[in-house]
């Protein structure tokens, strides 16, 4: 298994700036294929935001953040980060890290139920 702990979440301004990490327990390229970051606001469905493959570190992500998100790793210090720019009010959820095992070793995935292992989540307010 391993454990997973988001951090850097906070409140912004809209068009501020976030950079949030997810600090693996151990060497999550040995065990998942990809790690994602999703968020979840209250009342709605978690849902994909970014998404990087281990082994390439080739990206995906959501529409709704392209051209103002960057997912990136540093697979030595076994952490993922997610720089949020522009930041909108829309943004406003709890973000999570999750790690994919088996679902995302052709394609990228931010299918919900691809991701095995899951953070508690920080939180990010982005007001008007």
Same mark, same amino acid.
């Given at each position: 298994?391993?454990?997973?702990?988001?951090?850097?979440?906070? /409140? @912004?301004?809209?068009?501020? +700036?976030?950079?949030?990490?997810? =600090?693996?327990? !151990?060497? &999550?390229?040995?065990?998942?294929?990809?790690?994602?970051?999703?968020?979840?606001?209250?009342?709605?469905?978690?849902?994909?935001?970014?998404?990087?493959?281990?082994?390439?570190?080739?990206?995906?992500?959501?529409? /709704? @953040?392209?051209?103002?998100? +960057?997912?990136?790793?540093?697979? =030595?210090?076994? !952490?993922? &980060?997610?720089?949020?720019?522009?930041?909108?009010?829309?943004?406003?959820?709890?973000?999570?890290?999750?790690?994919?095992?088996?679902?995302?070793?052709?394609?990228?995935?931010?299918?919900?139920?691809?991701?095995?292992?899951?953070?508690?989540?920080?939180?990010?307010?982005?007001?008007?």
């Amino acid at each position: 298994q391993v454990q997973l702990l988001e951090s850097g979440g906070g /409140s @912004v301004q809209a068009g501020g +700036s976030l950079r949030l990490s997810c =600090a693996a327990s !151990t060497r &999550y390229t040995y065990v998942s294929d990809c790690m994602g970051w999703f968020r979840q606001a209250p009342g709605k469905e978690r849902e994909g935001v970014a998404v990087i493959r281990a082994g390439d570190s080739s990206t995906d992500y959501a529409d /709704s @953040v392209k051209g103002r998100f +960057s997912i990136s790793q540093d697979t =030595a210090k076994n !952490t993922v &980060y997610l720089q949020m720019n522009s930041l909108k009010p829309e943004d406003t959820a709890m973000y999570y890290c999750a790690a994919a095992t088996q679902k995302c070793r052709r394609k990228l995935t931010l299918y919900l139920y691809d991701y095995n292992y899951w953070g508690q989540g920080t939180q990010v307010t982005v007001s008007s």
